[in-house]
C-alpha cells in the first residue's frame, strides 16, 4: 500500500486565499495589518525564512516591516527595539529571527515580545495559555501541523498520538494541541528507550527530532498519520526525520518533506498577524 500524501503547499495555499479576504475585509475598514520582523546578524538560514515571510506578506496584502540590525547589536538595544515596536499602534505582530548571535539571551527577547503581537507564539504567556487551554497566539509550525491535519480530515479524539521531540517551538506545544483535540499523547525525546516502542503503537505519528531518516518503516504501525517536521541538509539535498521511501509503503498518510510541513509555517505567521490584528481591534471573526 502507498500512503496518501498531505499536500502542504495545496493546504496552504487555501489557507492563504482566505486570508487575502480577509485581509481585504480589514482594509475595507481602514486597518492594514503589519508584520515587523527583526533579523539579527544575517544567519544565512534564518534569511530564507525572513525573505519567504517578506514574499507572503507582499501577496497577501499586508505589510511587512523589515530590520535587518548588524550581528554585534547588543542585547539592550535588541530590546530596546522590540519595545517599541510594542508600544507602537501600527504594528500588529512582531516575530524575531532565530538563532541570534552569541550574548543575546533567547529568554529575555522571548520574555520582551508583547504576548497580543507575538505571532510565532514564543512568548511565555502565550506558552502558558496553551497550557491552561486559554485563547492565545500559537506557534507556527504546531499550529501548521493542527491545520495539515484538519485539512485531511484526520480523527485525533481517543487516537494514540507520538511526538517525537521536546523542544519549546515544535514538540512541547504540539504535544498540547495533540493533547487539546483529546487524543492520548506520548511524547518522546532524545533519552527515550525503545523508541520504536512508542512510535509502533502511534495512530499519528509526529517527528521534530532534525535526525535525519530517524524514523524507518519498522517504527511505524500499517495505516498510520505520519507528520515529518524535520528538515535537515544532508549530501541528498534536504530530508526529514522519516525515512519516506520506505515508511510511505506502510503510512496511510505521510507529509512529504519538502512540500509538507514546511509551506505551512511563514503561512501561519501570517495567519496569527491577521488573527493579532483582529484581537487589537477588537473585532472578531
Ligand atoms: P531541537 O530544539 O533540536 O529539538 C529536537 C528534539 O528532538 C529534542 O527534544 C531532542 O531530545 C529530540 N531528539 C533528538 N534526537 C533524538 C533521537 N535520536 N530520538 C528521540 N528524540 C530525539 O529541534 P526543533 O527546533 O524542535 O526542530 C526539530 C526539527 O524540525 C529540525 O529538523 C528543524 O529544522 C525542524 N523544524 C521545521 C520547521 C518547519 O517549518 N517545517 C519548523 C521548526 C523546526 P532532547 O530534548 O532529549 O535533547
Avoid at 554585534?72 to 535588541?78: F, G, H, N, V
Avoid at 510594542?86 to 550574548?103: C, S, T, W
Avoid at 520574555?111 to 496553551?130: C, Q, R, S, W, Y
Avoid at 495505516?223 to 549530501?235: C, K, P, S
Wanted: hydrophobic content about 45%; some cysteine.
Amino acid at each position: 500500500m502507498s500512503a496518501t500524501l498531505i499536500d502542504g503547499k495545496a493546504i496552504a495555499q487555501r489557507i492563504r486565499e482566505e486570508l487575502v479576504r480577509e485581509v481585504e475585509k480589514l482594509k475595507a475598514e481602514g486597518i492594514v495589518p503589519t508584520l515587523a520582523v527583526l533579523w539579527v546578524g544575517e544567519d544565512p538560514a534564518s534569511g530564507v525564512y525572513y525573505r519567504s515571510k517578506q514574499r507572503l506578506a507582499a501577496q497577501l496584502g499586508i505589510e511587512f516591516r523589515g530590520e535587518v540590525l548588524p550581528a554585534d547589536t547588543s542585547q539592550e538595544a535588541l530590546l530596546e527595539r522590540i519595545h517599541r515596536l510594542n508600544e507602537d499602534p501600527e504594528v500588529e505582530g512582531i516575530f524575531v529571527e532565530f538563532p541570534l548571535p552569541e550574548g543575546i539571551s533567547p529568554e529575555a527577547v522571548r520574555a520582551a515580545i508583547a504576548p497580543e503581537k507575538d505571532v510565532d507564539g514564543i512568548t511565555p504567556v502565550n506558552l502558558g495559555k496553551l497550557l491552561i487551554g486559554e485563547e492565545g497566539l500559537i506557534p507556527a509550525t504546531p499550529y501548521g501541523v493542527m491545520e495539515l491535519l484538519e485539512a485531511s480530515g484526520v480523527e485525533l479524539q481517543g487516537a494514540d498520538a507520538v511526538m517525537v521531540g521536546r523542544s519549546e517551538v515544535v514538540g512541547k506545544p504540539l504535544a498540547l494541541l495533540l493533547l487539546q483535540a483529546h487524543a492520548t499523547v506520548t511524547i518522546c525525546h532524545s533519552r527515550t528507550r525503545d523508541l520504536g516502542a512508542h512510535t509502533r503503537r502511534a495512530d499519528v505519528l509526529c517527528v521534530a527530532a532534525g535526525r535525519p531518516k530517524l524514523i524507518t518503516a519498522d517504527m511505524v504501525k500499517e495505516g498510520a498519520v505520519v507528520i515529518d517536521i524535520g528538515l535537515n541538509a544532508t549530501e541528498e539535498g534536504v530530508v526529514g526525520d522519516v525515512d519516506f521511501e520506505a515508511v510511505k509503503e506502510k503510512a496511510g498518510m505521510i507529509t512529504p518533506v519538502p512540500g509538507g510541513v514546511g509551506p505551512m509555517t511563514a503561512t501561519i505567521v501570517l495567519k496569527n498577524v491577521v488573527e493579532a490584528t483582529r484581537r487589537l481591534r477588537g473585532l472578531t471573526a
